[in-house]
């Protein structure tokens, strides 16, 4: 069974930046739509950013221009690049498939943005 681990994530003071990482055990991202979720204390998990199987990127309204995932379906690691990083932006981050729920969940990753 395909497993995710998530990293990269720490804490990072307002306007920095993180680049998290995907790891996943088998060769996925030509098979499928993959994306980045992250789920805040007493909040629902929300897709951040991510790309259907046909190839279309979406990002999440807060997050457009300071996020990006590039993806390269010949590796087997999903990355995302989070610049301008606000405390809003605190969060456990998770990577799956897009719709979620196709491939187990990780641990996650905690990225936390303060001062």
């Known amino acids: 069974q395909v497993q995710l681990v998530e990293s990269g994530g720490g804490l990072v003071q307002p306007g920095g930046s993180l680049r998290l990482s995907c790891a996943a055990s088998?060769?996925?991202?030509?098979?499928?739509?993959m994306g980045w979720y992250r789920q805040a204390p007493g909040k629902q998990r929300e897709l951040v950013a991510g790309f259907t199987s046909a190839g279309t990127t979406n990002y999440a309204d807060s997050v457009e221009g300071r996020f990006t995932i590039p993806r390269d379906s010949a590796k087997k690691t999903l990355f995302m690049q989070m610049n301008n990083l606000k405390p809003d932006d605190t969060a456990v981050y998770y990577c799956?498939?897009?719709?979620?729920?196709?491939?187990?969940w990780g641990r996650g990753t905690q990225v936390t943005v303060s001062s």
């Open positions: 088998g060769n996925i991202l030509h098979i499928y739509g």
């Open positions: 799956n498939t897009v719709p979620p729920g196709r491939l187990p």
